[in-house]
């Protein structure tokens, strides 16, 4: 059965190491650490969950894209898991938008990402994949990528006020998106 596993919190200095590429697929275990890392993403209301924030500091990122409270507006996809990925190519165009975390609860940071990107990567059965995301989809990669890479959605923010509140953002939610659109323009 999937568990719900604790969620490590920024200043966990796990999420600041490089996570270890993973060998040797298929492995029982990272089965498993991917059946609790939907879990614990779809109890926790997130559109994508990396390993190292369940304290497994391998190179694994699950991306699932719904539409649920946090993030309303999301596209809908049947959640996938990607092991030891990497981007490919990137559009030249970056694109401004709200993030959270659920290593980093109670805030949104306005980060800028790739548009578009191409990016491979292995599924648990040790198959190679490779595809091209755009827009929300493509930013879940980035950040959940960044993970990999002992990076948080903080270390993105270009100014101070780019932070707020999760209850700020949810009270602003149209006017901000709004804005994020004027800064694309
Ligand atoms: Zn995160």
Redesign the pocket.
């Known amino acids: 059965m999937p568990q719900q596993r604790p969620i490590l919190q920024v200043g966990h200095p796990i999420l600041r190491q490089t996570a270890e590429a993973i060998a040797d697929l298929p492995d029982v275990s990272i089965d498993q650490l991917v059946a609790d890392l939907i879990h614990t993403l779809t109890a926790s209301h997130?559109v994508?969950?990396?390993a190292p924030?369940v304290a497994a500091s391998v190179r694994l990122v699950i991306v699932a894209s719904r539409p649920n409270s946090r993030y309303p507006n999301a596209p809908m996809m049947a959640p996938v898991a990607m092991i030891n990925p990497q981007i490919m190519a990137y559009s030249d165009q970056q694109e401004w938008g709200w993030?959270?975390?659920?290593?980093?609860p109670g805030l949104r940071g306005f980060v800028p990402r790739y548009q578009q990107i191409e990016v491979q990567y292995l599924t648990p059965k040790g198959e190679q994949k490779q595809e091209i995301l755009t827009g929300f989809v493509a930013r879940i990669f980035q950040?959940?990528w960044?993970?990999l890479n002992g990076l948080?959605?903080l270390d993105r923010v270009k100014a101070a006020h780019h932070l707020i509140t999760e209850e700020a953002f949810q009270a602003q939610m149209n006017q901000l998106v709004g804005a994020a659109a004027k800064v694309l323009a």
Not at 99 to 104: A, D, F, N, P, T
């Open positions: 997130g994508g969950i990396a924030q993030e959270g975390c659920l290593s980093v950040h959940e960044d993970h948080l959605f």
